[in-house]
């Protein structure tokens, strides 16, 4: 029987549901972006601590994950993280990545990051929230990792009280190559990408942090990857994209006003990937991870920086101590931030 709202099963299995965001055509065609859900009362344990009347602290939450760069939505144990805390747990693929890449289409581009903002109006109003995000008593908390960071934090700025809570996994908010190279770079690639928005920088990726995930995968909770939707090296970077992503590090270097409180996970270490060894499987291969602790404190009035000994760039995905003390410091960061805002938790006046 077919869903009137258009949720089918998901190719991540039970308990996974996904629906395609129609966002009209440009010149490669028709564009859509994919969101993913999984509820509560998908999770065994969470439909049966409803059935006795327990009520879970996140019960009134939303949570809406973004992807990064070269990547889709594919993290399982991620989305039972938030839903077994009870909340109702959203990812999306943004246009022309993943789920909801067409053929024919470049992966990945966009020439301006705030783009974006109808594929998160889409995702939001898919949600029951409205367009805008407002459109619902329940409370909303983003979640980005990489360039989705990026992205979550410019939107979360441009939309103030919205978002209940900003949680970012190794967030791109700087060029690994320092603002000052950034700032000299920029010009260049913006001249560039006026004349060949297409145009192709050099592969650098060798392959190894794919390598290092493998490397550190548990067995015992394995992910089944699309390599068309993530290969094994990133997708090409087009001047165009590049141009858009540096102006996203400007508008962070100049600072932003997110009102929500902000989370930041981070590994303890950048290595520089140009020769495989057992280094980069317990270190950030992909930003420079102290840049990135600065500019984060940028963001807004109320940042949080965790930094994981042995994380990867995905910290949720990397090596089982790592992996497990990026939980341990984001439940603790959720105690304190969300579950402590729970309405049954607040004091009478």
């Not at 065609?29 to 509820?39: K, L, S, W």
């Not at 059935?51 to 399982?76: C, I, P, T």
């Not at 410019?154 to 919205?162: G, S």
């Not at 990397?318 to 309405?343: C, I, K, N, Q, T």
């Amino acid at each position: 029987m077919n869903d009137p709202a258009g949720w089918i099963p998901d190719v991540l299995g039970d308990g996974f549901q996904q629906r395609t965001l129609a966002l009209g055509e440009d010149d490669e065609g028709e564009v859509v972006a994919t969101i993913v859900r999984h509820m509560p009362d998908a999770n065994p344990l969470t439909r049966a601590a409803w059935l006795v009347g327990e009520r879970h602290s996140l019960a009134d939450v939303d949570v809406l994950y973004v992807h990064g760069w070269s990547d889709y939505f594919f993290q399982r144990r991620l989305a039972r993280f938030w839903v077994d805390r009870g909340a109702r747990f959203y990812a999306l693929d943004l246009r022309k990545y993943g789920r909801s890449l067409r053929p024919g289409q470049t992966p990945g581009y966009v020439s301006e990051l705030g783009v974006y903002d109808h594929d998160i109006a889409s995702a939001l109003e898919a949600m029951g929230r409205g367009a805008g995000g407002t459109g619902s008593s329940r409370r909303l908390v983003l979640m980005g990792h990489s360039t989705g960071g990026l992205t979550l934090s410019l939107w979360a700025d441009r939309h103030p009280d919205v978002a209940s809570a900003l949680i970012l996994n190794s967030p791109w908010l700087e060029f690994q190559l320092s603002g000052v190279t950034r700032a000299a770079l920029a010009p260049i690639v913006e001249l560039r990408a006026r004349m060949r928005p297409l145009n192709t920088a050099p592969q650098v990726d060798l392959g190894f942090y794919t390598r290092a995930q493998e490397a550190v995968a548990d067995p015992d909770d394995p992910m089944d990857i699309n390599v068309e939707w993530r290969p094994p090296q990133t997708m090409a970077v087009h001047a165009g994209w590049l141009n858009a992503v540096l102006a996203g590090h400007a508008r962070v270097a100049s600072g932003l006003a997110i009102s929500a409180p902000v989370c930041v996970l981070l590994s303890a270490r950048t290595a520089i990937p140009s020769r495989w060894s057992d280094e980069l499987t317990s270190a950030d291969t992909v930003l420079v991870v102290d840049d990135i602790a600065r500019a984060a404190l940028k963001l807004g009035s109320s940042v949080t920086v965790e930094r994981i000994a042995g994380a990867l760039h995905d910290v949720f995905l990397s090596r089982h101590d790592a992996r497990s003390m990026a939980y341990a410091r984001l439940d603790r960061w959720v105690a304190g931030y969300l579950e402590a805002r729970h309405p049954s938790h607040r004091q009478p006046s």
